[in-house]
Structures are given as structure tokens and as C-alpha cells.
């Protein structure tokens, strides 16, 4: 080192992307899509019931589209995004279960073979 | 031995969900500085390094490294650039031999035969056990492939947190003597230490934490018996 490593680092430090919240946008993003979908729920009712109290077939479409179809689109994009970021929530976490066992059976392994080791000496 | 801060945290304040752990932490860290970062149990010394390394995003305050303020960049980011953590207890692949163990660290694009080379030279003792499980090793060899799997990837910072735990007195004594050799070659170092006379013979400075406030900082000679006693007992 070293005055070259430091303005390498010193670069590197500078060309570090950050994101500019503090919020973690994994949790946002899962919030946002939950939501969506009561929204979308919500809207979509409230658009069915509109629709099915007047005879007028214009009125219906209108309520159709503003209502059932946004709602719809609402509880798909909100379902999509509920499921992408629960399903990472959840595998980082069984991730993390499985190292922390595997390290267990590891650490008992190693016992093992020290008492072992201790016995036949 | 030092010069422009190469990391500050500027009145940081942290914790885990709605229990604060830091309450306006400042530190600094100098270019090829060794800093120990002293207190009792709970004080706040491994949340501040998850702080400094990414792991952990204050709710306020500013991390600067590099003259840069970096605060809430990602840890990937920040050990990519050259900020490398030794975590407390085992940092090591326990199921994965020696020199699997520094195959890892060709992630940083070192070659692996520049990597055995070092680590080989500045740890003999680990090419004697190249080819045995990491964890079926003594802790004190444990911890010696820890600080070379971290030397491999060329550091800027290094942050180590808790070296001596659970190591016999003599064995801490050699892996500080090699933290001051690697201070030396210019990599600042960050030493979180539970047990103070183990790291003030290295350090520069110290920094003294407790209930996650700064109590004192300043050179490590200026840290006294009396001081300690006070900050571990509470008085």
C-alpha cells in the first residue's frame, strides 16, 4: 500500500451508487402491494355494486371500467408484488434457518470427532 | 502515522426497531490508524460496527468514508470498495478446509496462488494445515485465517470485532502484533475489544463506550486503569 490502494478506495467510495432514502424498499414495495390489492378489491365491488344498481347499459360500462376493470388491474399488480416480495422475505429467512442448522450439525460433528480424537489418546 | 480521516461517523444514532442502541456516536478513524473501541458488555461496540460496515442503517447521523458520505449504503458495496469486517466469534466456512476457505476470497479478483503466497508467509502455520476442515482447527488458527481470508481481498479499512474472544492471552498477543503489522503497511484498523488491555498496546486511539455513548476518546496511553474501572463498573 499505500497511496495508491487509498485513491483507489477513495474512487471507489465516490462511485458508490446509494440509495438516496432511508427507507427499505423492499418493505415499501410489499406495502404498496398490499395496498393495491385491498384497493383493487375494494374498487372492483364497489364498481360491481354501482353497475348492477342502474339499468342504464352506458352508465354500467362507465362503472365497469372506472370500478371492476381498474380494481382488477389493481389486484393484479398488488397480488404480483404482495407475492414477489413475501416469497424473498420468506426464502431469506429459510436461507438463513438452514445455515444456521447446518452449522449445528457441524458444530456437533466436530464435538464428535474431538471426543473421539480425546478417547484415543 | 495519521492524516485526513479516512472514516468518520458524525452523531450517529442506531438500534433495532424502536430501541435506540447508539445515542450520537462520533468517531474517526485515521489513515493507517489503529482505534480501539473499548466498553462493557452492551455498550453499543458490535452495533456500531454493523453501522460503519453497511449491515445496519442509523436512524440519524452520517457515515463519511473517504471524505464521502456514504450513510445507508449497502454492506456489498462498502467490502467491495475495500471496508472489510472480521465479525465477533467465527467468520470462517467451519465445513470448508483451509485453502477453501481462501478460494473465497478470489471473489475480490486476486489470484488464488497470490493469496496462499501472503497468507502463507505472514501465517506459516496455516500452510501446515492447508488441507484440514477450518473448524476442526484451534480458535486462535481460526482467527489467523479470518484476518488472512480478509488481508487477501487488500483492505482499506479493516473492522474487526471481538479478536480475542474466547483465545488463551498468548495467542491474542500474536494476532495483535499481526494487526499492527497490517496497520503499519497502512490499512486503518478498527478494533472492537470487550477486554481493553488486550488492544491499548496497538491502538492509536480509543474510544471508550457505554449505555451507546462515547464516555472518552482520545489517545490510548490516556487511558487509565481508573478510567476503565469506572466505565466497566458503572461508577
Keep these: ?121 | 502515522m495519521t492524516s485526513a480521516p479516512i472514516l468518520e461517523l458524525r452523531n450517529v444514532r442506531a438500534g433495532y426497531g424502536s430501541i435506540d442502541v447508539l445515542h450520537g456516536v462520533n468517531l474517526t478513524i485515521g489513515r493507517g490508524e489503529v482505534v480501539a473501541l473499548l466498553g462493557p458488555n452492551g455498550a453499543g461496540k458490535s452495533t456500531t460496527i454493523k453501522v460503519i460496515s453497511g449491515l445496519l442503517r442509523p436512524s440519524s447521523g452520517h457515515l463519511i468514508v473517504a471524505g464521502r458520505d456514504v450513510t445507508g449504503a449497502s454492506a456489498g458495496a462498502l467490502a467491495r470498495a475495500g471496508l472489510c469486517t472480521i465479525p465477533e466469534g467465527r467468520g470462517i466456512f467451519p465445513n470448508l478446509t483451509v485453502r477453501e476457505n481462501l478460494l473465497m476470497a478470489t471473489f475480490s479478483g486476486h489470484k488464488m496462488s497470490d493469496i496462499e503466497e501472503k497468507t502463507y508467509a505472514r501465517f506459516p502455520r496455516l500452510s501446515e494445515r492447508r488441507t484440514q476442515l477450518a473448524g476442526t482447527m484451534s480458535g486462535g488458527e481460526q482467527q489467523m485465517l479470518s484476518l488472512a481470508r480478509a488481508l487477501a481481498t487488500d483492505p482499506a479499512i479493516l473492522l474487526l470485532d471481538e479478536l480475542s474472544m474466547g483465545l488463551a492471552p498468548l495467542i491474542v498477543a500474536e494476532l495483535y502484533a499481526q494487526v499492527a503489522a497490517i496497520a503499519a503497511e497502512g490499512v486503518s484498523v478498527l478494533v472492537v475489544e470487550q477486554f481493553a488491555r488486550t488492544v491499548l498496546g496497538v491502538a492509536d486511539t480509543a474510544v471508550l463506550l457505554t449505555h451507546g455513548s462515547v464516555r472518552m476518546a482520545g489517545k490510548a496511553s490516556d487511558i487509565g486503569d481508573d478510567v476503565l474501572a469506572g466505565a466497566y463498573l458503572g461508577s
Excluded at chain 1, 490502494?5 to 451508487?17: M, S
Excluded at chain 1, 389493481?74 to 434457518?97: D, H, T
Design chain 1, 1 to 121: 500500500m499505500n497511496e495508491n490502494r487509498i485513491q483507489t478506495f477513495t474512487e471507489e467510495i465516490g462511485e458508490l451508487k446509494l440509495r438516496g432514502a432511508r427507507a427499505d424498499r423492499e418493505r415499501w414495495l410489499l406495502a404498496i402491494g398490499t395496498v393495491a390489492l385491498v384497493a383493487g378489491v375494494a374498487l372492483a365491488v364497489v364498481g360491481g355494486f354501482q353497475a348492477s344498481g342502474t339499468t342504464e347499459v352506458g352508465d354500467q360500462l362507465a362503472f365497469l371500467a372506472t370500478g371492476t376493470l381498474i380494481g382488477l388491474a389493481l389486484v393484479i399488480a398488488g397480488a404480483a408484488l404482495f407475492v414477489r416480495y413475501s416469497i424473498a422475505r420468506f426464502m431469506r429467512f429459510w436461507l438463513v434457518r438452514l445455515v444456521h442448522e447446518h452449522r449445528t450439525e457441524t458444530d456437533r460433528t466436530i464435538e464428535a470427532l474431538k471426543r473421539i480424537e480425546d478417547k484415543l489418546k
